[in-house]
């Protein structure tokens, strides 16, 4: 008579552990990239309540709010009480600094609306709060204002063409290209705000040279070893969100998404947008629309789409 068997040999356990194992290999990226889809999502809802608030801002004041003010305060701050933040707005003093001792509550305060899930990276320096959000300046490569007197620096460099810049107003009406084609808020991950170590993605860098065009600006910035430290200036990267500035609030379209950003002393930058999603960044239009850009979008129309009163073709995107 026969014995019946009670066990699985080792083989065939070493069978079934090698099935199990290729199952969850196939299945593990399956589940990321629904993870991720949803976070993207999130991530594109957030800038949609974004572009509510700046037409509800439009709406009550007939204007876009600054890029930033002459206080450095940012454009986010002043859409807080039309994003329901009316207790975090409270506390931001408009007649003082970012960094004044009035707003160091609010500087310290997360707004959840301003951060992409994407983007988990959460050591922000103590008493500082950031944001995965930025508004657009334009395509060019000036800071400030036009320079008007022929000595001095950066003479002759366009001014902004954006939506948001300093002490900007801008009306639909001035935005020539049309809102659908013009772009308001863009994506850039936060910074680890530390100068100990350089990330490619993260930080701004210095390239030490004073580019005159964009292109040039874009071919210093891509070629520099991004690894040594004398070229890293801004590590604190989209921290603090109440501060307007181009490495924390604001960025440029001169270079393509998912580009280095850098600066060029005095006041010549090209901070871009990026993200920690796939292949591309997502993008708030001015009509309030949001699209996903993918990194292979041609500069030229990626260009077009940070002018708002360019009159040109944008091309497809």
Same mark, same amino acid.
């Given at each position: 008579?026969? %014995?019946?068997?009670?066990?699985?040999?080792?083989?065939?356990?070493?069978?079934?552990?090698? @099935? @199990?194992?290729?199952?969850? *290999?196939?299945?593990? #990226? &399956?589940?990321?990239?629904?993870?991720?889809? &949803?976070?993207?999502?999130?991530?594109?809802?957030? %800038?949609?309540?974004?572009?509510?608030?700046?037409?509800?801002?439009?709406? !009550?004041?007939?204007?876009?709010?600054?890029?930033?003010?002459?206080?450095?305060?940012?454009?986010? *701050?002043?859409?807080? #009480?039309?994003?329901?933040?009316?207790?975090?707005?409270?506390?931001?003093?408009?007649?003082?600094?970012? +960094?004044?001792? =009035? +707003?160091?509550? !609010?500087?310290?305060?997360?707004?959840? @609306?301003?951060?992409?899930?994407? $983007?988990? %990276? $959460?050591?922000?320096?103590?008493?500082?709060?950031?944001?995965?959000?930025?508004?657009?300046?334009?395509?060019?490569?000036?800071?400030?204002? !036009?320079?008007?007197?022929?000595? *001095?620096?950066?003479?002759?460099?366009?001014?902004?063409?954006?939506?948001?810049?300093?002490?900007?107003?801008?009306?639909?009406?001035?935005?020539?290209?049309?809102?659908?084609?013009?772009?308001?808020?863009?994506?850039?991950?936060?910074?680890?705000?530390? =100068?100990?170590?350089?990330?490619?993605?993260?930080?701004?860098?210095? #390239?030490?040279?004073?580019?005159?065009?964009?292109?040039?600006?874009?071919?210093?910035?891509?070629?520099?070893?991004?690894?040594?430290?004398?070229?890293?200036?801004?590590? =604190?990267?989209?921290?603090?969100?109440?501060?307007?500035?181009?490495?924390?609030?604001?960025?440029?379209?001169?270079?393509?998404?998912?580009?280095?950003?850098?600066?060029?002393?005095?006041?010549? @930058?090209?901070?871009?947008? +990026?993200?920690?999603?796939?292949?591309?960044?997502?993008?708030?239009?001015?009509?309030?629309?949001?699209?996903?850009?993918? $990194?292979?979008? =041609?500069?030229?129309?990626?260009?077009?789409?940070?002018?708002? +009163?360019?009159? *040109?073709?944008?091309?497809?995107?």
């Amino acid at each position: 008579m026969s %014995l019946k068997r009670t066990a699985f040999t080792l083989v065939e356990l070493l069978v079934v552990i090698a @099935i @199990i194992g290729i199952l969850v *290999a196939l299945l593990l #990226p &399956a589940v990321q990239y629904a993870r991720e889809a &949803a976070r993207r999502m999130q991530c594109s809802n957030h %800038l949609k309540q974004m572009g509510v608030a700046m037409h509800s801002y439009h709406d !009550a004041l007939k204007t876009f709010p600054p890029g930033r003010d002459a206080k450095a305060l940012s454009t986010h *701050a002043y859409l807080l #009480p039309f994003m329901e933040y009316q207790s975090v707005h409270r506390l931001v003093d408009f007649s003082q600094s970012y +960094n004044h001792p =009035n +707003n160091a509550v !609010a500087l310290a305060t997360k707004v959840p @609306i301003f951060n992409c899930p994407s $983007d988990r %990276l $959460d050591n922000i320096a103590v008493g500082l709060a950031g944001t995965n959000y930025r508004a657009n300046q334009g395509s060019g490569l000036l800071w400030g204002a !036009a320079v008007t007197t022929p000595s *001095a620096p950066n003479y002759g460099v366009p001014g902004p063409n954006g939506v948001f810049y300093l002490n900007s107003r801008t009306g639909f009406g001035e935005i020539t290209d049309g809102t659908s084609s013009t772009a308001a808020f863009c994506e850039h991950i936060r910074g680890d705000s530390s =100068n100990a170590f350089a990330s490619d993605r993260m930080d701004t860098f210095g #390239p030490k040279t004073h580019p005159t065009t964009p292109d040039q600006a874009v071919q210093d910035c891509e070629t520099l070893d991004w690894r040594d430290l004398q070229f890293q200036n801004v590590s =604190n990267v989209g921290v603090p969100w109440l501060q307007g500035y181009h490495s924390t609030t604001v960025y440029f379209h001169v270079s393509g998404p998912n580009k280095r950003s850098c600066m060029f002393p005095p006041g010549l @930058i090209a901070t871009t947008a +990026n993200s920690n999603h796939t292949k591309g960044v997502n993008l708030l239009l001015c009509d309030g629309s949001v699209r996903f850009m993918n $990194d292979s979008i =041609n500069l030229t129309t990626w260009r077009r789409l940070g002018s708002a +009163n360019e009159n *040109a073709p944008t091309g497809e995107f």
